[in-house]
């Protein structure tokens, strides 16, 4: 049996993936701070439903409690390791900086510490599309030059990218980043925006629509991400020999077993495209209120998913409309609605 230690573990992305594995026969162990960044009861509901599946175990801490996690890793010993505990939310950091520097910086550095000293097989940690900033080359590859975020939040998971790839060249960890392109689904994060639309649509209350829906989104739906992730733990990065040819296309790095890959659905779909979609679904027309570009945030991300089906043959399939679905559903008979 597989051992994973999955950092966020009550988190969105994170609930869906522990769900995932515990089918696919691992034993898990969660780590999450159950911050109240959003409303701590979907965390806990969330949680409360891995605690009852057979193979998962859990340990509520900070990623800067570098005491408490090695401790939660010395006991559990686990063969992987699945990092996607961040401070997210592109943004929550215009106003408070330091949070994504102390849990995505520090909190990551702590993670790369228990890969080293446990030497484990693969370490897999997430990254985000917001890396990408405000390029026009579109869609994005791997392989596109990174060196102007936007925020905070994006320098962050750059940087973290940076320390991952240090420590693959350093202590031979094989190590993957996955960059998420705009994950959408059921038991999803209140602060994002197609959770925050349904909400106001079903309410009657007038939704945001910034740069008057003049932006693009490469919308993927959460169950598609995490089966992506689930594949890729079978991929580790080996490190390349002196001299050997990377291939075309792929982000192995030269110096290290550490690659990057880009998890969409390679799709670019229009703001008010969405919109529509959701209106259909709900059933309700939304009252738009048309504002200017928010600062910090892109015009347009779109994913060039190609490594990750050569990599694993999978590739993000579900259209909008029969993801917000099943969002739709869920928002429903959760809130009662």
Do not use: C
Request: glycine content about 8%; charged content about 20%.
């Amino acid at each position: 049996m597989r051992k994973a230690l999955l950092t966020g573990s009550a988190g969105f992305i994170g609930f869906h993936l522990a769900r995932l594995l515990l089918a696919h026969g691992y034993k898990l162990h969660g780590y999450d701070g159950m911050t109240d960044y959003y409303d701590v009861r979907l965390k806990q509901a969330r949680n409360e439903i891995l605690l009852a599946t057979p193979g998962y175990s859990f340990t509520q801490g900070m990623l800067e409690d570098a005491v408490s996690l090695d401790a939660v890793a010395d006991a559990f010993a686990p063969d992987v390791i699945l990092h996607l505990a961040a401070q997210a939310g592109v943004r929550y950091s215009l106003e408070n900086p330091r949070a994504y520097v102390d849990g995505n910086v520090t909190g990551t550095f702590n993670v790369l510490e228990v890969a080293r000293r446990h030497q484990v097989a693969h370490l897999l940690m997430a990254s985000t599309s917001s890396i990408y900033g405000a390029s026009s080359k579109l869609p994005f590859t791997e392989t596109d030059k990174v060196d102007h975020p936007l925020t905070i939040y994006a320098a962050t998971k750059k940087a973290t990218e940076a320390m991952g790839h240090s420590y693959a060249h350093l202590w031979n960890i094989p190590t993957t980043m996955f960059r998420f392109f705009t994950v959408y689904g059921s038991w999803g994060r209140p602060d994002l925006a197609y959770f925050k639309f349904t909400e106001a649509i079903l309410a009657g209350r007038p939704i945001n629509v910034y740069n008057r829906g003049e932006m693009w989104r490469d919308f993927t739906a959460v169950g598609d991400l995490v089966e992506a992730v689930r594949l890729l733990i079978d991929v580790p990065p080996g490190r390349p020999a002196p001299g050997t040819a990377i291939p075309e296309g792929d982000s192995l790095s030269p110096d290290a077993p550490f690659r990057i890959v880009n998890i969409g659905n390679s799709e670019k779909v229009k703001l008010t495209d969405f919109i529509d979609a959701l209106e259909d679904v709900l059933g309700t027309k939304a009252i738009r209120n048309l504002m200017p570009m928010q600062k910090g945030d892109v015009p347009a991300t779109w994913a060039d998913a190609t490594l990750l089906r050569r990599l694993t043959g999978y590739a993000p399939k579900t259209s909008v409309r029969d993801g917000m679905t099943d969002f739709a559903a869920w928002f429903r008979a959760y809130y009662k609605v």
